[in-house]
């Protein structure tokens, strides 16, 4: 008996080769289709018992089990439809097309849910593949939720470039308290202070409260919980950072803020209530700024000259800076006050700071990637002589090897390598 569907005015048996075809068809069409699933508002997807049950266990249950639907309607009044076609076009044709982070996560999540593995595989590659700075966050909030170790370790790595940044967006205050936590609780993810990661969790935890509530220390407090407020590593301030950046909050009663201001001025930590919320541990992170190199010690071989400049004069300090890990520059002494920029190999200032005297400091750090040429230009402010070296460099430093081809003399601050 031929069927009413035809393609080109014969069955469509007849036409298509092959099962992937076939299914295809099957898939379009809603030809033999034995189950109308049914999302809010009213939609309505046609599909096939088998399918489903073929590609799921949970769908195996709920279409085929003993215990399954007799009836042609299943609700999934909770799965968004647009989501759930992405899923069914992975099952019926082993494909996917992904437009966006943001909605392979959610097809993450709902593959996760119905277990369906291939289609969960395939969506954690694309995410992989296209993950920015932009959705780390966003996908560290789902990975807190499900699990996985190689995004996760990739978000991860992506956080650590420039931690300050991340802590300081307004996503912050949008992920679940248990990704947050997976952030404040790791070592390797290095602040330029703890005041950082502190004024993140307090501004999170006025996000949690609802329109009616007070915005009271007390308030945030019990949003953020003592288990959170001991991620805070408040023995890694100074006594002025935490009198700034804490106790102005109110989120610590003031005998809490007396024990910790006597913890960080080195008093027995044996000796604090129990109930202090600080951990004996939280010296575990590691400070950023590690060491001091000057990069002319491994140039000064060949015969240089000083040179003099006006402060209209655009000095080249150090030109093809490159590393072959990812390294953060904190801030550089030159000798002489000004304006200092560091140039990717597009001429595009990443980074820009002004002294009056010789230290630059940079608000957020420079980030050096991986393999890529940089330079570092310094304007004077007024009239300066620096010495020009002629020679290029080579300098180790932890798991980071720097090279320059030529140089001015300077010193650099550099923060831990990060892997990349």
Not at 154 to 183: G, N
Request: hydrophobic letters at 35%; charged letters at 25%.
């Amino acid at each position: 008996m031929v069927e009413k569907g035809t393609l080109g005015g014969q069955p469509w048996q007849m036409v298509l080769r092959g099962n992937m075809e076939c299914l295809e068809y099957l898939h379009t069409s809603g030809e033999y289709s034995d189950l109308d699933i049914i999302f809010p508002e009213g939609v309505c997807i046609k599909a096939h018992r088998l399918i489903l049950s073929m590609k799921s266990p949970v769908f195996g249950a709920m279409l085929m089990g003993p215990m399954a639907t007799t009836g042609k309607q299943l609700n999934l009044p909770e799965d968004p439809h647009e989501v759930f076609q992405k899923l069914l076009d992975h099952t019926y044709l082993d494909r996917m097309d992904l437009e966006s982070v943001e909605e392979a996560l959610e097809v993450y999540t709902l593959a996760h849910k119905y277990l369906m593995e291939p289609a969960r595989k395939t969506c954690l590659q694309y995410i992989l593949s296209s993950l920015n700075e932009e959705t780390r966050l966003e996908a560290l909030e789902t990975l807190a939720v499900h699990g996985e170790k190689e995004l996760k370790d990739k978000c991860i790595e992506m956080l650590s470039r420039d931690p300050d940044a991340v802590m300081s967006s307004e996503t912050v205050s949008h992920l679940s308290k248990e990704a947050l936590r997976d952030l404040l609780k790791r070592d390797d993810i290095c602040f330029s202070s703890e005041a950082v990661p502190f004024k993140a969790l307090i501004a999170w935890g006025r996000a949690q409260l609802g329109p009616e509530e007070e915005p009271s220390g007390s308030a945030v407090r019990q949003k953020i919980g003592d288990d959170l407020l001991k991620e805070v590593r408040f023995l890694n301030m100074s006594c002025n950072e935490f009198v700034e950046n804490v106790v102005a909050t109110d989120v610590l009663t003031r005998m809490e803020c007396f024990h910790i201001q006597r913890a960080i001025d080195g008093a027995d930590l044996s000796i604090l209530p129990e109930d202090t919320p600080l951990n004996p541990t939280r010296r575990g992170r590691a400070p950023k700024l590690r060491k001091r190199m000057k990069f002319s010690r491994c140039a000064l071989r060949l015969p240089g000259s000083w040179a003099h400049y006006t402060s209209s004069s655009e000095v080249v300090l150090v030109e093809g800076l490159s590393s072959d890990a990812t390294i953060q520059l904190h801030h550089m002494y030159v000798g002489h006050g000004g304006t200092l920029n560091i140039m990717d190999d597009e001429g595009k200032a990443i980074r820009s700071a002004t002294s009056e005297d010789d230290d630059f400091t940079f608000t957020r750090p420079a980030v050096l990637r991986k393999d890529k040429k940089y330079r570092v230009v310094f304007y004077p402010r007024g009239d300066v002589w620096l010495y020009r070296g002629h020679s290029g460099g080579r300098e180790r430093f932890r798991n980071a090897t720097l090279s320059f081809s030529r140089f001015h003399i300077c010193e650099f601050y550099i923060w831990n390598p990060t892997s990349s």
